[in-house]
C-alpha cells in the first residue's frame, strides 16, 4: 500500500469536518472522491498533504510516517520525518497557483532549485520532457496570464510531477474547464497513474470521477458515524 490513513478525525471550532474515516491509496490507482460542496473534501486533502493538522489519526506513504495516533490525538513526527513524508505527495490546486510573475519553464524549476534536486541544467532538461509529453513545448517561455485554462492546468501538473511525487492530488481538476479539456486532463492522470503514481482526485464532477476513477469514495462517509 502506498498511502495509508487511518481514523482521521478533523473538527474546525468543535464542528467535526471528518470523523473516524480511513482511506488507501495503492500504486497506479486513482482514487476519486465525490461529494456535495461543504462536506470536506479539500480538508481531506489538506490532512494528507500536511497543510491542515488531523485532531486524531495516523498518515503514512510507503515507510514515511506524516503522524502516528497517539493517546491523546495524532501526533506528528519531527521536522525532518516530515520533509520525507512531504517530498512524496504532491498538490494541484483548484486555482492552479501558479507563479504569475514566472515563465511557465520557471514555474517548474522554481521548487526543485530550492530543494536542489539538480543542476538548472539537468532540471530544465526534465521540465522540457514534461512539457512535451504534455503538449506544452512551444509554451515554454510563456507567462501564464497567456494560456488557456485546459494550458495552466497542465503546467500545475507538470510543475507538481518535477519533484516525482509517490503520490499525487488533484482538488476539482475540471471545475474551470469544458468537457474537451476536462477529458483531456482525465487522460493524461490515467498516463501518470499508468506510470505508478498514486492518483487523489477530489470532485463535485461525478460524471468525471466514474469516467477516470479506479475507485470511488463518497465525502458521506466523513461522518459516518455521527
Ligand atoms: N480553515 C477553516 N476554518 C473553519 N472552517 C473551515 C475551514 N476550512 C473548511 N472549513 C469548513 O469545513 C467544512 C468542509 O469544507 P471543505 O473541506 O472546503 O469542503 P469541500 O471541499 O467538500 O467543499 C465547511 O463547512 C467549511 O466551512
Ligand atoms: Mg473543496
Redesign the pocket.
Known amino acids: 500500500m502506498l498511502l495509508q490513513a487511518m481514523n482521521l478525525s478533523k473538527a474546525?471550532?468543535h464542528?467535526p469536518?471528518i470523523d473516524d474515516f480511513s482511506f488507501e491509496i495503492d500504486e497506479k490507482e486513482i482514487v476519486v472522491l465525490v461529494?456535495?460542496?461543504?462536506?470536506?473534501?479539500?480538508?481531506?486533502?489538506?490532512l494528507i498533504n500536511n497543510l491542515?493538522k488531523a485532531d486524531q489519526g495516523t498518515i503514512s506513504i510507503d515507510d514515511a510516517v506524516l503522524c502516528k495516533q497517539g493517546l491523546r490525538g495524532a501526533e506528528y513526527a519531527d521536522r525532518k520525518k516530515r520533509r520525507i513524508y512531504q517530498n512524496k505527495i504532491g498538490m494541484v490546486f483548484q486555482d492552479y497557483a501558479l507563479f504569475p510573475n514566472l515563465s511557465v519553464l520557471d514555474n517548474l524549476l522554481e521548487a526543485p532549485l530550492a530543494q536542489k534536486l539538480g543542476s538548472r541544467e539537468e532540471l530544465t532538461t526534465k521540465a522540457k520532457a514534461l512539457l512535451e509529453k504534455m503538449g506544452l513545448a512551444e509554451k515554454i517561455e510563456a507567462m501564464p496570464s497567456t494560456l488557456s485554462g485546459g494550458q495552466k492546468q497542465r503546467v500545475a501538473i507538470a510543475r507538481a510531477m518535477m519533484l516525482n511525487p509517490r503520490v499525487l492530488c488533484f482538488?476539482?481538476p475540471t471545475s474551470a474547464l469544458d468537457r474537451e479539456s476536462s477529458d483531456s486532463i482525465g487522460e493524461l492522470i490515467q498516463q501518470i497513474a499508468a506510470d505508478g503514481t498514486g492518483i487523489l482526485i477530489?470532485t463535485?464532477d461525478t460524471e468525471f470521477g466514474q469516467k477516470y476513477g479506479t475507485r470511488i469514495v463518497s465525502?458521506s462517509e466523513f461522518l459516518k458515524n455521527i
Not at 461529494?35 to 481531506?44: A, D, H
Open positions: 474546525y471550532n464542528v469536518v461529494g456535495r460542496s461543504g462536506t470536506g473534501k479539500t480538508t481531506l486533502m489538506r491542515e482538488d476539482e477530489v463535485h465525502s
